[in-house]
């Protein structure tokens, strides 16, 4: 159906419409110039508004974690951390555009239909979505005996949560954002979605004295759990790398150097030459393949590592700085307040006490 056919019924169905297929230029276009303007070109009094309407029901469709989450009880979420979306709530998420956020799916039982950056996927029990936040995805519908559970995290929190582990390696993630479905046994699914609930149960304990602490543990068992299933297919990151297309083999290419080299090399020059390209151009692969650039990479491996080495207490800051590439303890501490919030002797405070 042509959009100018739709025009003639309401505006609401137009907003839909437009809503669904993500028509926002398209929305301008015909709304600004053949609705709410007459033909003889003058502009009619509720021109402004009735666009402003229609834009306001379209970001109602298109919406990252922040904006998701007053759509949900309180008990499925923790401000600015964690949504996750139980198996009654789920039907909420049906014909809205999840963008800008990094985004797990688990079906146990039954089907669902989802739209993958324009590509329809039926997907059925026993399997698993782990897409990076470059990919756009819509719950197309949900049938009524399905068990699906969403769950959203922000970065800081699985930071905070996993400190330098990572339940399942970036290469793995990259070698299937094209199709980022996973298929798990019976009992694997069952394992973790009785993590699921363990997580739900958490972050709906808001009395809990340790409520956050609480959250942060179960969803790091959960990604265990997840990354145990997710990774029992295992194959090696040479064979991951032959289906990849161009800009993802440079991706992992590029994450590779970053796993060996991030103590000592900082600079992304290093690795554009590594890589025969220029930074500029390897700046805009990595951005547009993991939708991050190539220095918040190397920052966030660096933090990472800074925050396991100081749970060590037998390691001193300056001993921290100087094996991580930095030229003096004040240069650590700066680069890590500026990435954390919190210097590190505040951060080792800290995590003393939650011990």
Same mark, same amino acid.
């Given at each position: 159906? !042509?959009? *100018? $056919?739709? #025009?003639?019924?309401?505006?609401? *169905?137009?907003?839909?419409?437009?809503?669904?297929? +993500?028509?926002?230029?398209?929305?301008?276009?015909?709304? +600004?110039?053949?609705?709410?303007?007459?033909?003889?070109?003058?502009?009619?009094?509720? $021109?402004?508004?009735?666009?402003?309407?229609?834009?306001?029901?379209?970001?109602?469709?298109?919406?990252?974690?922040?904006?998701?989450?007053?759509?949900?009880?309180?008990?499925?979420?923790?401000?600015?951390?964690?949504?996750?979306?139980?198996?009654?709530?789920?039907?909420?998420?049906?014909?809205?555009?999840?963008?800008?956020?990094?985004? !797990?799916? #688990?079906?146990?039982?039954? +089907?669902?239909?989802?739209?993958?950056?324009?590509?329809? +996927?039926?997907?059925?029990?026993?399997?698993?979505?782990?897409?990076?936040?470059?990919? *756009?995805?819509?719950?197309?519908?949900?049938?009524?005996?399905? &068990?699906?559970?969403?769950?959203?995290?922000?970065?800081?929190?699985?930071?905070?949560?996993?400190?330098?582990?990572?339940?399942?390696?970036?290469?793995?993630?990259?070698?299937?954002?094209?199709?980022?479905?996973?298929?798990?046994?019976?009992?694997?699914?069952?394992?973790? $979605?009785?993590?699921?609930?363990?997580? =739900?149960?958490?972050?709906?304990?808001?009395?809990?004295?340790?409520?956050?602490?609480?959250?942060?543990?179960?969803?790091?068992?959960?990604?265990?759990?997840?990354?145990?299933?997710?990774?029992?297919?295992?194959?090696?990151?040479?064979?991951?790398?032959?289906?990849? &297309?161009?800009?993802?083999?440079? =991706?992992?290419?590029?994450?590779?150097? #970053?796993?060996?080299?991030?103590?000592?090399?900082?600079?992304?020059?290093?690795? =554009?030459?590594?890589?025969?390209?220029?930074?500029?151009?390897?700046?805009?692969?990595?951005?547009? *393949?993991?939708?991050?650039?190539?220095?918040?990479?190397?920052?966030?491996?660096?933090?990472?590592?800074?925050?396991?080495?100081?749970?060590?207490?037998?390691?001193?800051?300056?001993?921290?700085?100087?094996?991580?590439?930095?030229?003096?303890?004040? =240069?650590?501490?700066?680069?890590?307040?500026?990435?954390?919030?919190?210097?590190?002797?505040?951060?080792?405070?800290?995590?003393?006490?939650?011990?």
């Amino acid at each position: 159906m !042509f959009i *100018t $056919d739709i #025009v003639k019924t309401n505006l609401q *169905t137009l907003c839909l419409f437009c809503a669904k297929n +993500c028509l926002k230029r398209t929305l301008n276009k015909y709304i +600004c110039k053949h609705i709410f303007i007459g033909r003889s070109g003058k502009y009619r009094q509720y $021109d402004k508004s009735a666009t402003a309407v229609c834009l306001k029901y379209i970001k109602n469709y298109r919406m990252n974690i922040h904006e998701l989450m007053p759509k949900f009880p309180p008990s499925c979420y923790i401000k600015e951390q964690i949504l996750l979306v139980n198996p009654n709530e789920f039907h909420r998420l049906e014909g809205i555009d999840i963008d800008s956020s990094r985004v !797990f799916i #688990v079906v146990s039982e039954g +089907c669902i239909d989802i739209n993958l950056n324009g590509k329809r +996927c039926h997907i059925e029990s026993c399997s698993c979505i782990d897409s990076l936040d470059t990919v *756009t995805i819509r719950i197309e519908k949900c049938e009524k005996d399905a &068990r699906a559970w969403c769950m959203l995290v922000t970065y800081t929190f699985a930071r905070n949560s996993l400190k330098n582990f990572k339940p399942v390696p970036i290469e793995k993630l990259l070698q299937t954002q094209d199709i980022p479905i996973h298929s798990f046994t019976k009992e694997a699914i069952l394992r973790v $979605d009785t993590q699921l609930s363990f997580l =739900a149960d958490a972050i709906a304990a808001k009395n809990h004295y340790y409520h956050n602490e609480l959250a942060a543990v179960f969803y790091k068992s959960m990604c265990l759990e997840l990354g145990n299933a997710i990774m029992s297919n295992e194959t090696t990151i040479d064979d991951m790398q032959q289906g990849c &297309r161009r800009s993802e083999a440079v =991706a992992l290419d590029f994450t590779k150097l #970053v796993t060996k080299y991030f103590t000592r090399q900082h600079n992304i020059d290093f690795y =554009a030459q590594a890589l025969n390209m220029s930074a500029k151009h390897l700046t805009r692969i990595i951005k547009n *393949t993991m939708g991050r650039t190539p220095h918040t990479v190397i920052c966030d491996e660096i933090t990472h590592e800074a925050m396991a080495l100081l749970d060590d207490d037998r390691m001193t800051i300056g001993l921290i700085s100087e094996k991580l590439g930095f030229s003096d303890q004040a =240069a650590f501490c700066k680069f890590f307040k500026r990435q954390v919030s919190i210097s590190p002797t505040e951060y080792r405070l800290k995590n003393k006490k939650s011990d």
